[in-house]
């Protein structure tokens, strides 16, 4: 808990006020782990988000988009938090099982009972986020104000549809995974440490190629050349995508913190634009 304090402190110090969380991560712990921590703070100057989707519980109705685990779950989330509202509350991925009118009219009345103050989407494909915001606008509902789909030098597919619709929709879009899943921070270039995502995480194998890790070497050299860390330089391209209204980064300490958020005050020119670019072409 005191490390955990640590880094908030570190962040708030630094002019970091968002905060990410989700029901699903550690089943309801890290809301309640934070929640704790950001009691030390006013809650006007910090903006705190959740997720609904995953399932939380055994029971049937423990997950998805329908009106009842949504109602449920951010009563939970909320109790969880020691909060009385979220300001951002994100359906964490799409439900093809609740009709997609279901799901929108019981985030549209979450605001309306102050329990959330703003919607969004993750992971949300763009053709279902155009008939989303169709239908608030038909009917004077909320419409979802932000998406949160995975961004990083590594994983550009995202522009291909989701930049474009984002910015006709006037939908912020804060982004994660920036350093996939810590490759693009060069840990694993010799070897897989003990206790990282890439002993445990089925989900980086796919991606802990050699012809990946040999991209990474390459982008690691830039990033010295520049006198930066890699983890700086791919922040810090993400950050200055004029579609990208945030970042979100995880730390493990309040070092890794500042590396992390240093990123802010880093402009990249053109040229190195290219060539990180050319180097993870889409």
Not at 15 to 34: C, P, Q, T
Not at 114 to 135: A, D, E, I, N
Not at 199 to 209: F, G
Not at 267 to 275: A, M, R, S
């Amino acid at each position: 808990m005191d490390t955990t304090r640590e880094i908030i402190r570190e962040a708030v110090d630094r002019g970091v006020n968002s905060v990410d969380l989700a029901d699903v991560y550690a089943k309801g712990e890290a809301e309640r782990f934070i929640g704790q921590a950001l009691r030390d703070y006013r809650r006007c100057d910090l903006v705190i988000s959740s997720k609904v989707f995953w399932p939380v519980t055994n029971s049937p109705n423990g997950h998805g988009l329908g009106r009842k685990h949504i109602m449920e779950s951010i009563d939970q989330s909320l109790k969880n938090l020691g909060t009385d509202y979220v300001d951002l509350y994100y359906c964490h991925r799409s439900d093809s099982e609740v009709p997609i009118e279901e799901t929108v009219c019981a985030m549209d009345d979450l605001i309306h009972q102050g329990k959330v103050l703003y919607w969004g989407t993750s992971m949300w494909h763009p053709k279902l986020m155009r008939r989303v915001h169709r239908f608030t606008r038909r009917h004077g509902l909320y419409a979802p104000i932000v998406e949160q789909p995975e961004y990083s030098l590594l994983h550009r597919w995202m522009e291909k549809r989701v930049l474009s619709t984002a910015r006709k929709l006037h939908v912020g879009l804060m982004v994660w995974g920036p350093l996939a899943g810590g490759i693009l921070s060069g840990k694993y270039q010799n070897g897989t440490p003990d206790g990282s995502r890439g002993s445990c995480t089925t989900a980086l194998h796919k991606d802990l190629t050699a012809k990946t890790l040999e991209k990474v070497g390459k982008f690691c050299k830039l990033a010295e050349t520049l006198a930066l860390r890699p983890a700086q330089l791919a922040i810090a391209w993400l950050l200055q995508r004029p579609e990208v209204t945030s970042v979100i980064t995880g730390a493990t300490s309040p070092q890794q913190l500042a590396c992390n958020v240093g990123a802010v005050d880093i402009k990249i020119n053109p040229e190195v634009d290219k060539q990180l670019r050319a180097l993870f072409p889409i």
